[in-house]
């Protein structure tokens, strides 16, 4: 053990909750930042990336989990931990992933940017009786996270054919369909990132690498990449500091003010459970909440489809009832994740073989689907082990191997709506075949979903208003130790209807004005709020002197 | 001498922890095969179970991946063969695991061995095309359930036909990365590979690049979400 600094705040992860929180509050008080993966500080333009950085797009290991082998969960940019879904096999375990680099999941997403439901907010208090988490109180951070995220929208001739020609035929069947929107900026549409949820290469990707973390170390602050946090240092119920490993030594850092942690959905807990904490409160690593997803791949006439490479995801739309309501599952359309790489393609009509299968595979360049998440499954998993040995249960298939009710009927519900929309555009051949008899489909579902896991883990140190049902409390304090913030998806209190990017920047956001102005002493001229009204202010000046 | 049954477990181990596996052999057990006919399933010994599997390994990509218009795997032989079971099964089906490999070049073995064994016809290697055609078709559609065999069948035909699927489409030679490179340019490729039959452009060249780019520089953008989205 060597070495001592101390700090107003630590910051123990730089993803999309701790890179976006410190960037707004390195300006008011002694930072430290803390990554267990790697940073290229060169300057990155958007579009173009720097030399380092292009270098990921081949040098990414994804890691895979074994629970025999020392080498466990040591990808090279990511966590990698097993998550038992299946309870009819329960040694089968997906690998499920969390980003391990400077920006986290924010440099790893696909760049979409969704907004959660309005019903959404309404959920938060009935699930733990979080007060203040209202829609209207997250509206101002939401549009703060999009100023400096430059979310957007592209107009519709850089979109690719099959998402115009959805839109149209969704539209004309009924079903409402919504652009998409995106933090990519000046993307090039290379095709490359987006087939392993890799970081762009080219940097268009606006992840807090490139916005918020500059902008703390421009403010004073100080980053450590490659530092390993291993526990949060607590003393007479306070937190005090950290400990955590860097290039083979130990070191402890104090913080005088706060310690936060934002190690994702899965990496909080498990640092908190590595600090001792869950004996404290038995609702850590509680709660987990995940979205389930599965693609549908199709073949259309011709074979200029799928743009130049790849896919992109230019609409969404839910999948909606006949009554007209909307069911909780989500459609990104003409994603088609299995044709973006012939050797995954290639499993594609796996007891084909000969020339039949050959023929298949000639159609590529006709491929194009859609990827479908459902929501709100009517489940909860947990998470427990250690950072070096967890285990993460997400049980969502029952003992027969089928997929929950209610996450079955509105996943296949999906497919199917999907499949007239793609019928309607001449698609021939889907994959998995919604015409299907249901014992077939619901099979080849639940194989899909337990064997590929959940996405977008959330609520696993969430926040409520007692410590009785949650973690930490509404401005994401915990209930149980002092100076210690939690401030990633783990804090959310029920489950969103999106991909959970933005929410994570909106909370992180609030949660930056509460430690400005509550533990660092800024004034009330830092918030979002206020920023919003210098805006304002600024645009009618500017209107008044044209 | 390697236990074959420690081998056959080890293989069920590290291929069942394969999502993308599970997916089509959930249920099965080598394992179980083995206990019911002992050795004699596997054949007479062989000094060199790499070799022999090389064979089958190589009959089977021939099968599922014929030469006709374009290249198949015979273009590409003994190389594809050699790192399709060598490097990319071992590697990435089998992660590396020695012990795992072994078993699944039993079961590889057991896919040849096993016809004349239950009077089915002869083994793979003697069969005719169409007969392996056949032998395949009968083990993807479950047909040796009542023959105690289909277990062991399915884990070596089916890691067989995703193994020589995959190889051929990885833009089997050309398919290493550079992993210094900023770019990965694809070469022209003669005989064409699985790539180029799926006309698929792979990565983005430097040429390519600036030309996207400039494509792309001046587009415009509409900031902010879609706010004629009633939900959110």
């Known amino acids: ?546 | 001498m390697t236990n074959i049954r420690e081998s056959l477990i080890q293989m069920e181990r590290v291929l069942t922890r394969r999502a993308f596996f599970v997916n089509v052999i959930k249920g099965a057990s080598a394992v179980a095969v083995y206990d019911r006919f002992g050795p004699k399933i596997f054949g007479d010994p062989v000094e060199d179970p790499l070799s022999r599997a090389y064979e089958i390994f190589g009959a089977f990509g021939r099968l599922v991946i014929p030469v006709d218009q374009d290249p198949g795997w015979a273009t590409f032989e003994p190389e594809i063969t050699e790192y399709g079971l060598g490097t990319y099964v071992r590697q990435v089906f089998t992660l590396g695991n020695d012990l795992a490999f072994g078993g699944l070049l039993q079961a590889i073995n057991a896919f040849n061995e096993i016809p004349p064994q239950i009077d089915f016809g002869p083994k793979f290697l003697e069969m005719s095309l169409a007969a392996r055609a056949d032998y395949l078709t009968k083990v993807l559609a479950g047909a040796f359930e009542y023959d105690g065999v289909q277990d062991i069948l399915s884990f070596g035909g089916v890691f067989m036909l995703l193994g020589v699927k995959q190889t051929f489409f990885l833009n089997f030679p050309h398919h290493l990365a550079n992993p210094d490179a900023e770019f990965q340019d694809v070469l022209g490729n003669t005989p064409r590979t699985g790539w180029d039959i799926m006309r698929f452009k792979g990565p983005v060249g430097a040429d390519e690049e600036e030309r996207l780019r400039a494509r792309n520089a001046d587009s415009p953008e509409l900031p902010g979400v879609d706010w004629g989205n009633p939900f959110i």
């Open chain 1, 1 to 546: 053990m060597s070495m001592v600094e101390t700090y107003d705040v630590i910051i123990c992860g730089a993803g999309s909750g701790g890179g976006f929180m410190a960037g707004e509050i390195a300006a008011h008080g002694s930072l430290l930042i803390l990554d267990a993966g790697p940073y290229f500080p060169e300057e990155a333009a958007p579009g173009i990336g720097s030399p380092q950085r292009r270098k990921l797009a081949t040098q990414m290991n994804l890691g895979t989990w074994l629970p025999d082998s020392n080498e466990s969960n040591h990808g090279r940019l990511f966590f990698t931990y097993p998550m038992y879904m299946d309870q009819s096999n329960p040694f089968s375990a997906t690998a499920q992933r969390e980003p391990r680099l400077v920006g986290g999941g924010s440099a790893i997403n696909v760049g979409a940017w969704l907004r959660p439901r309005v019903v959404d907010f309404d959920g938060f208090e009935e699930e733990t009786g979080v007060q203040g988490w209202g829609k209207s109180d997250f509206e101002p951070h939401f549009r703060r996270a999009e100023r400096i995220l430059h979310v957007h929208r592209d107009p519709r001739e850089y979109w690719n054919k099959a998402s115009i020609l959805y839109e149209q035929i969704a539209l004309d069947m009924g079903i409402p369909v919504f652009e998409e929107a995106s933090n990519r900026h000046r993307c090039i549409l290379c095709g490359h990132r987006l087939n392993a949820g890799m970081p762009c290469k080219y940097d268009s990707l606006m992840s807090t690498a490139l916005t918020q973390i500059p902008k703390a170390i421009q403010n004073g602050a100080t980053l450590l990449d490659n530092a390993k946090v291993l526990r949060v240092e607590i003393s007479n119920g306070t937190a005090t500091g950290v400990t955590y490993e860097r290039n083979g030594e130990t070191f402890t850092a104090n913080a005088r003010k706060l310690v936060v942690v934002s190690a994702g959905a899965m990496g909080t807990p498990l640092l908190l459970r590595d600090s001792g904490l869950h004996s404290l409160n038995s609702n850590i690593g509680q709660y987990l909440r995940a979205h389930p997803g599965v693609p549908i791949d199709v073949l259309l006439p011709g074979d200029d489809w799928n743009s130049d490479r790849g896919y992109q995801w230019n609409i969404y739309h839910h999948v909606m009832e006949e009554n007209g309501e909307a069911l909780d599952s989500v459609v990104h359309a003409s994603a088609g994740f299995p044709a973006t790489t012939p050797w995954v393609a290639a499993a594609f009509k796996i007891g084909l073989f000969g020339r039949p299968y050959k023929d298949v595979m000639r159609k590529f360049r006709g491929r194009a689907g859609a990827f479908i998440f459902e929501m709100k499954p009517a489940i909860h998993g947990r998470v427990s082990g250690s950072v070096d040995y967890p285990v993460i249960s997400y049980p969502i298939a029952t003992t027969t191997g089928v997929l929950e009710p209610k996450t079955l009927s509105e996943l296949v519900a999906g497919l199917r709506q999907v499949w007239e929309v793609y019928r309607e555009m001449g698609a021939y051949s889907a994959f998995p075949n919604a015409d299907d008899p249901a014992p077939i489909l619901h099979q080849q579902v639940s194989l899909f979903i337990t064997t590929s896991g959940a996405l977008h883990p959330q609520g696993t140190c969430r926040a409520g208003s007692d410590p009785s049902n949650s973690v930490v409390d509404a401005n994401l304090m915990s209930w149980d130790v002092g100076n210690l913030m939690c401030c990633d998806a783990s804090v959310v209190p029920n489950h969103i209807s999106a991909n959970p990017n933005s929410m994570i920047m909106a909370v992180s956001s609030r949660a930056a004005d509460f430690v400005n102005t509550q533990i660092l002493g800024a004034g009330p001229e830092v918030t979002a709020e206020a920023e919003e009204a210098a805006l304002a202010a600024e645009a009618a000046q500017e209107g008044a002197s044209q």
